[in-house]
């Protein structure tokens, strides 16, 4: 754990003699169920358990997590009052009950109760193994193996007594009981009693043994605070550094810290540190003046944690480091509750006086100005000496101090509501100045002592003057001629900066600076035409950092002013908690703010603000206007609402301390939070994700107890953070993230300025979106070539059948051609004419009325082939009309032997069919078949579907003298040119069927 460390703890006891511990507190406010702290123990992951009456409450410096008995639930609490909280060397946490002992499951954050212990009273558990335990009970000492869950109890005589404590030394148990000691030899296996002759009816409750083998004894009764030799010769009683000697007293818990002190809680006695130097014992006690001091002082348990921190439980937790105190708080007075409350309240100051100043002279000790008098302190001895005017004593012109500064001579002067004071360090006397040493009575705003050692001094209403070192006058600047002017303003405060300029704060006027080597004077007023400064006219100090950079706290906030540049920098109020009102330039250039919420540290680089609060150690939050002018110790003094803060900033961070830290859960926008565990402080595991799992969180902690505040947190996922995250939220947040395997990178530490500590890792997997994976786009682009190949493929397929059509179109042209020719050739063959020439001369002679229609159809017949022969398709209607023309020829001509019937639906007349088409049907039907009255053949010709049926009985002739066989073969051939439906002829014993497609136009 990364702390506050101070490698000068003894200079500093040095320093300020007995240390005055601040301890940190927990409260029901805090998360505890309630204020009675029965024990208190830690984990293998650095949580503080606390038992209190209604249950167990787990701590990481921020959050407090509770654990409670429910009924019908085995894997909780158990029922009784839980007394004693062990942690052993393979990381188990146990819990001793008054109704048996649990072992606590880290991963399921349940209780299992070990069930050889069941019912039994267990006072104190002292693990030696993970093989071994060893448990005091009501009932005698158990041995208790946590990797088999056997439970023995011991049946030696010295065994079977009611046990409170035990505690483990060189070999031997050392058990604490009703009557004495039991001393417990594990490799004889032997108990033995220690008798004390001396000590009637002890009943010993606490023991531990010190680092020269003395057993500290903590005893219910006439004698509470013993220490004996191992063998129990020597017997010594420190009962009478109790503070209250009633015999309801009684001593609760003995610790041994890391260094080897003794710690004892006393129930009303609040807490005792053991001196061994000085053999006695220091009282730890609750102030009401001390809001840093024991929360009270009813002490039940105490434990001392891994890292040293020592946690008190009582009323409530207070807990502290021994040997890790930054901050050093001094009270003006100890004595009379109402001077302490009006000493430093900023309510009684009249204006021009709310400050408490503070000042070292030569001799180290602090002199302190508060509103009921001055006190010199003497932090080595803790003496105190006052000047307060009472019961018709003067001391100072006024009680009320407003300023103090130390000259070149170790004269300390004092400017008071009323007048000046000088302390004469050379006969010891309080000296009132007053008009006979040029010096008003009146209220004095400010002392400072340059560095030529002359005191300059601020009235409140008189002009400013100065007193030279030189010839030991007090001088006003009416005949100075560079600061004349200064005469008409009151100087709140100034300083003499490293080039020897001297700049004064003028009271609510604004900041005047003059050059002693240039005798020029310069100011910065705010003003209302247009000319606003940053730091406005109210000024509460000034100071140079180590640049030569000159800073301003006012009630507008923090400004830097570089004279050089003449360039004005402000950082307000979000930087420094509140408003600033006093400052201090360490040795590091670091800038230390005094703000009405709290202390802040600005870095050198002027970007980081360390802010520190009451967990921190500081007395109060608010802090006073403080004139206080840097000594070369290197001590900052500033002033609170509740004392003086007091602290060495070259201690701070001067040494490593890291934070247990540890990502504690685990969430996504599918799973609720789920625990993640570490073993051993390793992380074995991976965050496995689905693809549609990536909004996801990691929940952080940090185990810091003394400085929860400066607890600041750094991450990054590689693959998707370039840099570090730093921030002091305990979640590390990410969304959207893509499929794939990344580390997740985490560390905590307590001071912003320090990175260089340990980190973690946690490996991350997400599954990779389908489309988005390598084998997805190894498949699209397979798939991709695939269908580049098949386009080429389907593109030469396509080109071959374009020379293909190409080729048949040409073929086609050829044989319709051919059709059309071989059609025309067939009207016009002259056994066609000659026949129809004849019987067209038999009917005029016979009939002519038939003569005229027969040559009406001739003419019709040879009109339509004339008219279609440029056309490639033609109505069915206009083709029907042909064919009925044509047909009347042939029955003039074949009478009863031949018919044509026609039975063609009215929707399909005009669909198309090529020209001649049912000419060249019909006429093949004649040509291949007999005509005979007897047996007439007759066509038919009706629509099916999408095709035309020409059909006739089948009389097949022996011998066709005209036909040349191609006449079907070039009607299919068209055919196929023309429609994507064939050509179909069917022939069976009966029957002759052409289908012929219709052409889509």
């Known amino acids: 754990m990364r702390l506050l460390i101070f490698i000068c703890l003894l200079s500093s006891q040095v320093i300020f003699g007995q240390k005055d511990y601040h301890f940190s507190k927990l409260t029901v406010a805090d998360g505890l169920s309630d204020g009675y702290i029965q024990a208190i123990g830690q984990d293998k992951y650095g949580y503080m358990w606390f038992a209190t009456l209604g249950d167990l409450c787990r701590f990481d410096g921020k959050r407090m997590t509770h654990f409670r008995h429910r009924d019908n639930d085995s894997t909780s609490l158990l029922s009784g009052y839980p007394q004693t909280i062990v942690s052993d060397s393979a990381g188990r946490l146990f819990i001793g009950f008054s109704n048996g002992l649990a072992e606590f499951d880290f991963k399921t954050r349940t209780f299992h109760a070990i069930k050889g212990l069941t019912g039994h009273w267990v006072w104190s558990i002292v693990p030696l193994s993970k093989d071994l335990v060893f448990v005091a ?43 004495g000691l039991v001393v417990y030899d594990l490799q004889t296996d032997k108990a033995r009693k220690m008798l004390f002759p001396t000590i009637p009816d002890a009943d010993f409750r606490q023991i531990a043994i010190d680092d020269n083998d003395h057993i500290w004894v903590a005893a219910k009764g006439t004698y509470r605070i013993l220490r004996l030799s191992l063998d129990g010769s020597e017997v010594k009683s420190y009962d009478q550094f109790l503070v209250k000697k009633d015999l309801s007293v009684s001593t609760n818990q003995i610790v041994k810290d890391k260094k080897g002190r003794i710690w004892i809680a006393i129930k009303y006695n609040g807490l005792l540190q053991y001196d061994p130097q000085k053999d006695v014992f220091v009282s730890h006690l609750h102030d009401s003046e001390k809001s840093w001091s024991l929360s009270s002082d009813q002490q039940y348990s105490l434990f001392c944690s891994r890292k040293g921190l020592v946690w008190c439980g009582g009323d409530n937790v207070n807990f502290f480091h021994p040997d890790q105190s930054f901050f050093n708080t001094i009270l003006p007075f100890d004595t009379d509750l109402e001077i302490k409350r009006k000493g430093l309240s900023p309510a009684l100051a009249p204006k021009g006086s709310n400050s408490h100043p503070i000042t070292t002279d030569k001799s180290q000790n602090l002199w302190l100005g508060t509103r009921e008098g001055l006190v010199m302190y003497d932090p080595k001895n803790q003496n105190r000496r006052v000047w307060r005017n009472q019961n018709g004593k003067i001391s100072l012109w006024d009680h009320n101090i ?57 009235p409140r209403i008189s002009p400013i003057r100065y007193y030279s070192y030189s010839d030991k006058k007090v001088h006003t600047l009416a005949e100075h001629p560079a ?20 700049w004064f704060v003028l009271d609510d006027v604004g900041l005047m600076m003059y050059d002693p080597s240039t005798q020029k004077t310069e100011k910065w007023q705010e003003n209302t035409e247009g000319g606003n400064l940053p730091f406005g006219n109210s000024i509460v100090d000034i100071k140079e950092d180590k640049n030569g950079i000159i800073w301003l706290a006012s009630y507008s906030g923090l400004t830097s002013f570089d004279y050089t540049s003449k360039v004005f920098k402000s950082y307000r109020h979000e930087n420094l908690m509140g408003t600033p009102f006093s400052l201090e330039v360490d040795q590091f250039n670091r800038l230390w703010v005094g703000t009405g919420r709290g202390l802040v540290m600005v870095d050198s680089s002027r970007t980081l603000f360390t802010p520190f609060g009451i967990s921190d150690g500081l007395p ?43 990502v504690t859960s685990f969430s ?14 390793h992380l074995n595991i991976q965050v496995s994700l689905d693809a549609d799992e990536n909004f996801f969180q990691f929940n952080l902690t940090a185990i810091n107890f003394l400085t929860p505040s400066q607890t ?40 912003l300025n320090d990175w260089e500590v340990p980190e973690k890792t946690i490996k991350v997997h997400i599954n990779t979106i389908f489309y988005k994976s390598w084998w997805f786009w190894s498949l699209i682009l397979a798939s991709i070539g695939f269908m580049l190949y098949r386009f080429y493929q389907f593109r030469e397929q396509q080109r071959q059948q374009v020379f293909n059509l190409s080729s048949r179109a040409q073929s086609l042209e050829r044989e319709k051609a051919i059709m059309q020719y071989e059609g025309l050739k067939q009207q016009l063959n002259p056994h066609f004419l000659f026949n129809s020439l004849t019987s067209l001369g038999s009917l005029i002679t016979i009939d002519p009325s038939v003569a005229m229609r027969f040559l009406e159809n001739l003419s019709k017949t040879y009109r339509y082939i004339l008219k279609s022969s440029e056309s490639e398709t033609v109505p069915l209607r206009d083709e029907i009309k042909f064919a009925e023309a044509f047909a009347a020829l042939q029955k003039v001509r074949f009478e009863k032997g031949f018919d044509v019937v026609f039975d063609v639906l009215e929707g399909d007349l005009d669909k198309r069919i090529a020209p001649v088409t049912l000419q060249n049907m019909i006429e093949n039907a004649i040509k291949h078949n007999i005509i005979d009255d007897e047996s007439p053949l007759i066509v038919q010709i009706y629509s099916e579907g999408d095709y035309l049926v020409v059909k006739n009985n089948l009389q097949k002739k022996r011998f066709v003298e005209t036909s040349n066989k191609h006449g079907l073969t070039n009607l299919t051939s068209l055919y196929t040119y023309l429609s994507n439906k064939p050509l179909v002829t069917t022939e069976t014993n009966e029957w002759f069927i052409v289908k012929i497609p219709f052409v889509v136009a």
């Open 483 to 502: 600061l004349s002017a200064l005469q008409n303003y009151s100087v709140w405060t100034m300083i003499q900066d490293s080039k020897g300029r001297y």
């Open 402 to 458: 407003c300023d103090i500064a130390c000259d070149k001579e170790n004269n300390v002067w004092i400017g008071t509501s009323k007048g000046l004071n000088r302390y004469n360090r050379r006969t010891g006397q309080m000296e009132f100045w007053d008009m006979k040493d040029s010096c008003p009575k009146e209220l004095y705003m400010m002392i400072y002592t340059d560095k030529l050692g002359n005191v300059w001094l601020s």
């Open 137 to 179: 009970t009501a009932e005698g000492l158990a041995r208790f193996n946590p990797t088999t869950s056997e439970v023995v109890f011991l049946k030696n005589d010295n065994l079977n007594l009611e046990f409170r404590f035990g505690y483990w030394h060189k070999d031997k148990l050392y058990l604490a009981h009703r009557k």
């Open 712 to 751: 600041w947190f750094a991450y990054k996922l590689e693959g998707v953070d370039k840099d570090w995250r730093y921030t002091q939220d305990p979640k590390a947040v990410y969304t959207n993230v893509s499929g794939g395997d990344y580390i997740f990178r985490y560390k905590a530490t307590a001071n």
């Open 668 to 681: 996504s926008n599918k799973v609720n939070e789920q625990p993640i565990l570490e073993d051993n402080g």
């Open 620 to 662: 109060s939050l608010e802090f006073m206007k403080t004139f206080y002018h840097s000594q070369s110790d290197g001590w900052i003094r500033m002033s609170t609402r509740n004392g003086f803060v007091i602290f060495n900033p070259n201690d701070y961070a001067t040494q490593k301390w890291f934070l247990d830290f540890y």
